[in-house]
């Protein structure tokens, strides 16, 4: 049985938020893959953007940072220079400046501490998966997916439980900035200028801002020094700190992309038990499937369509000239299913290895920041889900994010039953 | 030059290495279980750490400064022999170089 079949004609408009309303438009990927690997797009007003969709390209090109540098945008849309500098994160910066920064913040995420929440989320899982399958027929996204990111987001980040869902409504109307179901202020289809030196354009990154400062001056007041933002706030070894605009902006970070790539990790490996129903026996044999699975689901996944980086200097490439000053896509989402490198790219391997996948971005100093949370969450997910069910069956069709930049299934109706 | 990985169940990989090419790139390229580099050798990850083999300690020195922050989060444990192979490379004088694929934590 074929797991999902790309729908577009193969020449779908990438520019558009539409496009994807269906899924990532993997057809007009593979067609670029064999045919145009390096695609010119016209954008409006000038904003026109390379496409690398090739996995071989994408991984020689994302480590080059001299050449495609992440400091002046990493999505399609362009800001300009002032708009960068109040909204931007580490994820904007190049090496040395990026090093530095991820220095402070990675210890706090690193395998070793992430590896300690693993109880933590067990005990969560069984708390949402109790609650969710009972149901019987249910969203699992907004029943699964969402809880389990959001609440360990809380955990991680040492956040009062009952702010939670404000939290995740917020960082929604960030990051899916271009949905009509998550924001009143649809990025491409109204005046959102007032709010362009906010994160993500939002009137959310206002809030967020606000927020992030208040819960910092009580902790401080408490003396409470539990979760990361308590860790990355502590100076390196050389004494130097975040600054207050990298903090808050990376607290808006945290918030909107620390949440729902995973939730759409976790989605996605859902909608896959539903249409390989083989996925859900070969987990619940256990043992090695469980240093393959999540990183098969995050493959399977890719929240991360694509980052953009733009061209220091002139590059050649399959016959033609990156200019310096161009916009360069890579298509993470293609990538993760260039039958070049991976055996049947559209079915889902949980045993796959080695997984060279790039929902991570790996192969560049920016790889995600995350990935070890993201990995344990879907694990633990993952396994205390096969535990309890017999069956998992789609009870309607799902529904994909309207956003050429997230990709996920915000909507995916399910019918359980219980083992 | 040869490089040899030995692996924790007893197993060894060896492989023919071209010089310049750093010694994660040369892990990943013959599918050397446990060493990753999912940054793509840009000291952001620690996935490709190794130990030196006592031998060959001195000629491989010992790491720098980021990389000496980096691999206080590897997933094992840390050692005084303990590198991240992105940060080695290939040259004539390390021809016969063994390393030792770390236990995963």
Same mark, same amino acid.
């Given at each position: 049985m074929t797991l999902w079949t790309p729908t577009? $004609?193969?020449? !779908? $408009?990438? /520019?558009?938020?539409d496009t994807f309303a269906?899924? !990532? &438009?993997h057809n007009t990927f593979a067609r670029l893959r064999r045919d145009d690997p390096l695609h010119w797009t016209e954008y409006k007003d000038g904003q026109d953007f390379w496409s690398v969709t090739r996995h071989a390209d994408i991984a020689e090109m994302n480590k080059n940072t001299a050449v495609f540098s992440s400091a002046r945008g990493i999505r399609m849309e362009d800001q300009s220079y002032e708009e960068y500098l109040a909204r931007r /994160?580490?994820?904007e910066t190049d090496p040395p400046e990026h090093s530095q920064t991820r220095m402070l913040l990675m210890r706090a995420f690193s395998r070793p501490v992430m590896a300690q929440y693993e109880n933590d989320i067990r005990q969560l899982c069984d708390e949402i998966l109790d609650a969710a399958l009972e149901?019987? /027929?249910?969203d699992a996204t907004r029943e699964i997916a969402r809880q389990l990111p959001m609440r360990m987001l809380g955990r991680v980040m040492g956040? &009062?439980? !009952?702010d939670l869902p404000w939290l995740v409504e917020k960082g929604d109307a960030l990051i899916a900035n271009t949905d009509p179901d998550f924001t009143s202020h649809v990025l491409d289809k109204m005046d959102t200028d007032e709010f362009r030196m906010m994160p993500f354009n939002s009137p959310a990154g206002a809030e967020l801002y606000a927020y992030a400062k208040e819960l910092m001056a009580a902790k401080a007041a408490s003396g409470d020094t539990e979760g990361v933002l308590h860790m990355v706030r502590q100076p390196a070894k050389d004494g130097s700190t975040i600054t207050e605009t990298e903090f808050r902006n990376f607290f808006c970070l945290l918030v909107a992309a620390g949440n729902d790539t995973t939730r759409y990790s976790i989605a996605a490996g859902l909608q896959a038990l539903c249409h390989q129903p083989e996925l859900l026996g070969q987990m619940q044999q256990g043992g090695d499937i469980w240093d393959t699975a999540p990183d098969e689901i995050i493959r399977w996944a890719t929240p991360a369509l694509y980052f953009r980086r733009t061209a220091l200097a002139d590059y050649e490439m399959h016959g033609k000239t990156i200019r310096a000053g161009d916009k360069v896509l890579y298509w993470f989402s293609s990538a993760n299913r260039d039958d070049s490198v991976f055996d049947d790219p559209f079915r889902v391997d949980l045993?796959?290895? &080695?997984n060279r996948h790039?929902?991570?971005?790996?192969?560049? &100093?920016?790889?995600?920041?995350g990935m070890w949370l993201a990995r344990l969450e879907v694990r633990v997910l993952f396994q205390e889900l096969a535990k309890r069910l017999k069956s998992i069956e789609p009870a309607g069709p799902h529904k994909f994010l309207r956003s050429n930049f997230v990709g996920g299934i915000k909507e995916l109706p399910v019918t359980v039953t219980l083992a | 030059m040869h490089v040899t990985w030995k692996l924790p169940g007893g197993a060894e990989i060896v492989a023919e290495v071209a010089d310049g090419l750093n010694l994660m790139e040369a892990a990943v390229a013959n599918n050397v279980?446990?060493?990753?580099?999912e940054c793509g050798g840009c000291?952001?990850?620690?996935?490709?750490h190794v130990f030196v083999t006592e031998d060959w300690l001195d000629r491989v020195g010992g790491p720098g400064e980021m990389e000496d922050v980096m691999?206080?989060?590897?997933?094992g444990e840390r050692r005084p022999?303990?590198?991240?192979?992105?940060q080695i490379t290939a040259a004539v004088a390390l021809d016969g170089l063994v390393l030792e694929v770390p236990e995963e934590s």
């Open positions: 577009d $004609d193969g020449f !779908a $408009d990438l /520019t558009s938020h269906g899924g !990532a &438009p /994160t580490f994820q149901k019987g /027929t249910f956040l &009062p439980e !009952a045993f796959r290895s &080695p790039m929902s991570f971005g790996q192969g560049g &100093p920016h790889v995600c920041l | 279980p446990g060493v990753i580099g000291l952001s990850c620690a996935t490709c691999l206080d989060m590897v997933a022999n303990s590198r991240l192979s992105c």
